[in-house]
């Protein structure tokens, strides 16, 4: 009898230990598309080819940056309003579906290399209610390699970060989307330093 009542207790202190432990409850709640508005960082890691990626929502002001990016046009010769910014090129696409292996995409902006100490940052827009996410990839230009991090939600941005040898490397981006629909979308990329 005394053997059953330490082992029941036992896993309840392992039980109440495993809930306590885990650090999703910290964090705000997200939308089904992993959206948040606090900043927090809705994923992160490094793709199989060596570069870091982070997803995080929007700012307010890069919201509103992307809007006024939008209602002139797109004008890629208006700088960002950071001084560790540049905008590479911003635009409105209409986004493809994916094929079945999920390696096409089309090309946004121009191929671009990435320096030490930099990163480059893919804004997304607003995005519509049949199309509410969107895959962005980046490829070496030759096409030795390409990764995608799929189901990029609207006002939300990727950034890429290469390790060592891979910043000698020019690059594009791509995108797709794995919806059923299509649609158009504003996107704009940016290189950042650190």
């Known amino acids: ?39 927090e960082v809705i994923r992160s890691g490094v793709l199989p080819n060596g570069i870091a990626y982070r997803i995080t929502a929007l700012t307010p002001e890069e919201i509103q940056e992307m809007d006024e990016l ?21 635009g409105k696409e209409l986004v493809p579906i994916q094929n079945y292996e999920g390696t096409n995409g089309k090309q946004i902006g121009p191929e671009f290399s990435i320096y030490p100490n930099n990163k480059v940052e893919i804004r997304v827009g607003r995005l519509s ?15 030795s390699w390409g990764d995608w991090e799929i189901a990029v939600g609207a006002e939300q941005k990727v950034e890429f970060s290469p390790y060592g ?14 919806e059923k629909e299509s649609r158009s979308a504003s996107f704009a990329i940016y290189s950042k330093s650190e």
Do not use: C
Request: aromatic share 6%.
């Open 70 to 90: 939008e209602a002139a046009g797109h004008n890629t010769s208006k700088l960002s309003k950071a001084s560790n910014e540049f905008l590479i090129w911003s």
């Open 1 to 39: 009898m005394k053997f059953k009542k330490a082992v029941t207790m036992f896993l309840a202190v392992v039980m109440a230990m495993s809930v306590a432990s885990v650090p999703v409850l910290a964090v705000e709640k997200a939308d089904a598309y992993g959206k948040n508005n606090s900043g």
């Open 129 to 143: 209610t049949v199309m509410p996410t969107v895959n962005i990839g980046i490829s070496d230009v030759n096409g």
């Open 165 to 178: 040898a891979l910043d000698a490397h020019r690059y594009v981006v791509k995108v797709s989307t794995q």
